[in-house]
């Protein structure tokens, strides 16, 4: 149902009165970064190749990822960036951090209980990347506020969900 549009002469005067717009962009998708989640979980979720169905990771850089935080979860000390399986005797040395491991390991942890390590640690790489997905969502919308309004705020998921085709 939309309303009729009257002319405004000042965008506050849109922001201050925002019942006399189209409904359309009268503010009613509070829930969009919520359905925006779900949609992605579930695409994620249906797809056929997804590593949840395949339990297989897309990239080397993803199982050196998970090397990383099993040595971690077996003993490895923080400053050891070594991998010793890589290279035995010589000890390769990666570059990457352990701040990224630690929502990983803060995941595969409580898991090891009941997962051998190496399942646990997969199980986690599979969760954290959608608790990354909910912190953006949570936090895009705050970050879009004094741009677009406090009353279009959650628009800015939109850009999320089309900013793979702003690359091509």
Request: glycine share 2%.
């Amino acid at each position: 149902m939309l309303r009729k549009l009257e002319p405004h002469s000042q965008s506050s005067d849109l922001e201050a009165h925002p019942s006399k717009t189209y409904s359309l962009f009268a503010a009613p998708y509070k829930a969009l970064p919520f359905v925006f989640f779900v949609l992605f979980v579930l695409c994620f979720e249906l797809y056929p190749h997804s590593p949840i169905h395949t339990h297989y990771l897309r990239d080397p850089d993803h199982y050196m990822r998970l090397n990383q935080v099993v040595n971690w979860l077996q003993g490895q000390s923080w400053y050891d960036l070594s991998v010793p399986r890589m290279s035995p005797g010589a000890h390769t040395v990666v570059h990457w951090s352990r701040l990224i491991d630690i929502p990983i390991v803060a995941i595969a942890l409580p898991l090891t209980h009941w997962l051998s390590v190496n399942d646990a640690a997969l199980a986690a790489s599979f969760v954290v990347p959608f608790l990354w997905l909910g912190a953006l969502l949570l936090l895009s919308p705050a970050m879009a506020c004094p741009f677009v309004g406090c009353a279009r705020k959650n628009l800015d998921i939109l850009s999320l969900l089309f900013a793979p085709l702003m690359l091509l």
